[in-house]
């Protein structure tokens, strides 16, 4: 293998990684919304 040159086993692990990354940090990510007030507008959270 030389330096630079493509490899599938590194681009699916890769691939893996960044998948398994974003579905582990979803739940978090989704739960921000429950703990801000009513009165909170939507332009203001983003």
């Not at 040159?5 to 692990?13: E, M, Q, R, T």
């Amino acid at each position: 293998m030389k330096r630079g040159s493509f490899n599938i086993s590194g681009w699916l692990a890769t691939v893996s990684l960044a998948a398994l990354w974003q579905i582990a940090f979803a739940p978090y990510v989704s739960d921000y919304s429950r703990y801000l007030p009513a009165d909170v507008p939507v332009v203001s959270t983003f």
